[in-house]
C-alpha cells in the first residue's frame, strides 16, 4: 500500500498568511528591461518586474525558462548585461561595496540547501551576522536560537548538517537566510530536492514567514502554497514574463495558450 | 492455544565452521584453489625470509660496544658500529663537544610539533610560538649570543638540519601554496597569470636543479661581497619547490568544493577572504590533508637532496659514518638506523593525518 503524503498546507498557518500585513506602497524591487545572455544563448528577454515592499511573488514556468536566472540576477549571483535592477534604491553595478550591501538585504535559499557543512547548524546560522554584520557572538547566537525556533528545529542547534534530514536541512537554511535580517527573500525551487514528506514542513514554514510581511519572491511548482500566499503569479517562458496575475484569475483563467499548457501539466 | 515461548532459551555459540579464527581463515584465505595457492605461497615465502631476518637482526647480532674485527666474525648485525658513531650519524659534522645544543635544539622543536597536534592549541597565538621556536633553533645552532661558540652553517649536520629544513620548509610553504592557489583560480588575470606561470615553471624542474641553481647560480646575480648563506638557499630552493607542489594540490581540493558553497558565502554577504577563510579553505584543506601529507613525506625525504650541494643531511653524515674503511662494510646497519628515523618520523606523519581527517570530518560524506 503506498502512503498518500498530503502537501496541504496547514489551515491555521494559511489563515495567519491570509491576514498578513497588505503590501506597501514602494518597490523594493525594480528590473527595467532587463536583458542576460549565456554566450549565444538569450536567457532573460526584456524583463520588467516591479515588487512591492511585503509583496509575495510566486514565479513558475517550465524548465530552462531562466527562473533562476530571473531571481539570481537579483543578488547578483548573475550578471544582467542590459538594463536597470535597482534594489531598494540601490542600483546593481559592479561595484563590489553596492552588491555586498544588496546582498545583505537579500536572503536567499537553493534547490541543495547549500548549508555549510564543516559549521553546525548554529554556527551555520552566526556567521553571516557574526562576520558581515559584526554582532557580538552573544546576540547573534540569542538571534539564531530565535530563528531556528521559528523554524522548528532549536534542538538540532549544535548538530551538522550532514545529520540532518533534507527538510530540516532546507528549514536551517531559511533560518539562516533570516538571521541576516534581509528585506528580501528569494526562494529557488525550495522543496524540489525534497522527499514528499518533507515538503509539507518547509512549506509551512515558508507561509508562516509569509505572514509576517517578508517580501518573498518565489520559484516554485507548488500551486498549493501560491493559492495560498501569492499576490501575484508570473508565468515564464524562453525568458519572458509571458504572464502575471493574482493566483485566483491566473489558474482559473490563464490567458495565454502557454499558460494553459503549463497549467495542464503540472495541474 | 499460544505460540508464544514463555520459557527463555539459551544463546547458542555460532555454527563452528564460521567461527573462531579456521572461521575466518576458510571465509578469507582457502575460500578457493587460487586464493588457497596464494596463501600457500605467501606462506612459503614468510618462513623462508622472516627466521633469518630476526636471526640476523636480533640473535646473531653484535650488540657489545666491541670493534670491527669481533663484529666480522659474527653472523648477525653489527649495532656495535651504530653505538660506535651514533652522535656522527646524528649531528654531522657539528663540533663534538658543542652537540648538546642541537640535541637540545631537537627536543624543543619535536615537542612544540608535537604540542600543535593538539586541537587546543589551534590558536592564532602557536603561530608566535612557532616563530619563537624557530628562532631559538637557529641561535641554539649558530651560536655567537649569550656565550655560546659561533659554529658556521657549514658545519650543521645530521638530524638537527634535516629537522629544519623539514618544518621550516613545511611551515613556510604552505601559506606561500595557499596564496599560489587562491591566485590560480582568481578572476585577476595578472595575478593569474604569475601563480600559473611560478607553479609551471617550478614543477617542470627538477629539486637538484633547483638546490643547484640555488647555490651555484645565484651568487652569479648577486653583487660581489655580498653572500647568501650556503643552508638558507638549501631552505629557500625546497619551500619554493615545495610550495608549488603543494599549490596544485590545495587547487584540486578548491575545485572539489560544490558552486553552492560560493553562492551561499556570497548570498550572505561575505567578503573575498572572510569567504575564503571561513568557508572555501576549511573545506578545501580537508579534502585535501591525504595529499598534502603525501607532498610532505615526500619533502621530508627529499630534504636528503641537499647533500649535492655539501650540506651534511642525516643521508650524508650516516654516508660518512661508514667511510672509515675498517668500518666500511658495516652500511647495511647504518642505513637500517637511518631508515627507522625517516620511518618514525613520516609514519607519525601519516598517523596524524588520519587522526585529522577523522576529526575535521563532520558527517557529510556518508
Ligand atoms: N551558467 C550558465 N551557463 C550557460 N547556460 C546557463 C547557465 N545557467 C543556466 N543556463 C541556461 O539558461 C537557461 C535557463 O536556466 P535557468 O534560469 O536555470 O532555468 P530554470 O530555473 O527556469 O529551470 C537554461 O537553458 C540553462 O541551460
Ligand atoms: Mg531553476
Redesign the pocket.
Known sequence: MSKQVSTEIDPKIAEAARHAPKPGMDNIIEMNGVNKW??Q?H?LRDINLKVKQGERIVVC??????????I?CINRL?EHQAGQIVVDGIELTNDVKKVETIRREVGMVFQHFNLFPHLTVLQNCTLGPIWVQKRPQREAEETARKYLERVRIPEQANKYPGQLSGGQQQRVAIARSLCMNPRVMLF??PTSALDPEMIKEVLDVMVGLASTGMTMLV?THEMGFARTVADRVIF?DE?QIVEENTPEPFFSNPQHERTKLFLSQIL | MSFVANDYKPEQPPPRKESGALGWARANLFNSWFNTALTLLALYFLIETVPPLIRWLFIDAVWGLVGPDVCREADGACWSFIRLKYRQILFGTYPFDQQWRPLIAMILIVSVALLSCIRRFWQPWMVGVWIATLFIYITLLGGGVFGLRPVRTELWGGLPLTLMLAFVGIAVAFPISVLLALGRRSDMPIIKAICVGYIELIRGVPLITLLFMASFMLPLFMPSGVSIDAVLRAQVAIIVFVSSYLAEVIRGGLQALPKGQYEAAHTLGLSYWQMQRKIILPQALTISIPPIVNTYLGLFKDTSLVAIISLTDLLLATRQSFADPEWRRFFVEAYIFVALIYWVFCYYMSKYSQYLERVLNTGHKR
Open positions: 549565456f554566450g544563448f536567457v514556468g517550465p524548465s530552462g525558462s531562466g527562473k533562476s536566472t530571473l539570481r548573475e529557488d525551487e520559484v515564464m525568458g
